[in-house]
């Protein structure tokens, strides 16, 4: 749980990072956002993910960071 309470806060510290220093610019690309249609949303989201996945399987099941 203490694992899994970490990765949260990480997670959290990573996504709050662009609000804190840059608000503005955060304000533009939210407007962008909304004026992509869902099908493009959707298909980023799903690449996200498979990168997400690989970088877990890579750190998982590798030796390569040791």
Known sequence: MKYFLSVIGMVMIVEGLPYFAFPDKIKDFLNKIVETPPHH??????????????????????????
Do not use: V
Request: charged share 10%.
């Open 41 to 66: 949303l959707r298909i980023m989201g799903f690449f996200l993910m498979m990168i997400g996945l690989g970088i877990l399987y890579i750190a998982l099941r590798t030796n390569l960071f040791g």
